[in-house]
């Protein structure tokens, strides 16, 4: 979505519950088009030692892959010290353009952000994929993965936790017009930090699912799964309730 000059967010307050090392683009993006942000972060990202990584990333050939589903996954890799010698794959766009920011580029980027459709996407092959992972993260890419016919190395190497934003934040986003959830996680804490009264802008489906199964409203989901569809769908909110 190119940016634009009108302030289609003017008089708009909007909560944003990305962790705050992730939410500066989406903050400045926001503000940008006249909004007024509320940071209230409900998640934190601690990364684990896992040299094992590493040494995994190492052994990878030509035929082989390494799939990354979020850019704390690219920032694993970066911090492995170790460049690929095969090609990489990224669950969405803005995993894509983490890994290009660091000099590096995405081989296979699916058209929805979820796993099922990153395996489904790499289709085919009798290789490796090292998967640099999230301690939470699911079982889709690896089942879809290996009923493909690869070899997956998953490796745990980084943990994202809940936290509570101070009373001051929630108090603040408790009067915006709209929260933005970029996970199911940011869903999950939001409703845990008592926010549920503010109705929700959702980054893809697998977010939404999560957020209304634990009660939330969802007044819109973006049309694609990164920040640009985030905010566009925000923009759509806005100019339909002026």
């Known amino acids: 979505m190119a940016r634009t000059s009108t302030l289609a967010l003017a008089g708009r307050r909007i909560a944003v519950t990305r962790s705050s090392d992730r939410s500066p683009e989406l903050v400045d993006r926001l503000v940008d088009l006249g909004a007024s942000v509320v940071a209230a972060p409900v998640l934190a990202t601690t990364f684990l030692d896992s040299p094992e990584l590493a040494v995994a990333l190492r052994s990878l050939g030509p035929g082989d892959l390494v799939a990354l589903t979020s850019s704390n996954g ?10 690929p010698a095969c090609a990489v794959a990224a669950v969405g ?7 290009e920011s660091n000099g590096l580029a995405a081989a296979i980027v699916p058209e929805r952000q979820t796993a099922a459709n990153l395996a489904s996407t790499i289709g085919r092959g009798g290789g490796r994929v090292v998967f640099v992972a999230a301690d939470a993260a699911g079982p889709d ?16 190497v980084y943990r994202t936790e809940l936290i509570t934003p101070d009373a001051a934040a929630m108090n603040a986003a408790a009067r915006c017009d709209w929260v933005t959830f970029t ?13 549920e009264e503010v109705p929700g802008v959702s980054i893809g489906p697998s977010t939404t699912r999560v957020a209304e199964s634990i009660g939330l409203a969802v007044a819109a989901e973006a049309a694609t799964h990164d920040v640009d569809g985030l905010i566009a769908a925000v923009v759509g909110l806005a100019g339909t309730s002026s």
């Open 183 to 195: 996970s199911g996680s940011t869903a999950q804490g939001w409703r845990a930090a008592g926010g």
């Open 141 to 156: 890419l690896e089942r879809g993965l290996e009923a493909n016919g690869w070899r997956v190395d998953r490796h745990d």
């Open 74 to 83: 690219v920032e694993a890799l970066v911090r492995s010290g170790v460049e």
């Open 93 to 99: 766009r803005a995993t894509a353009a983490a890994l």
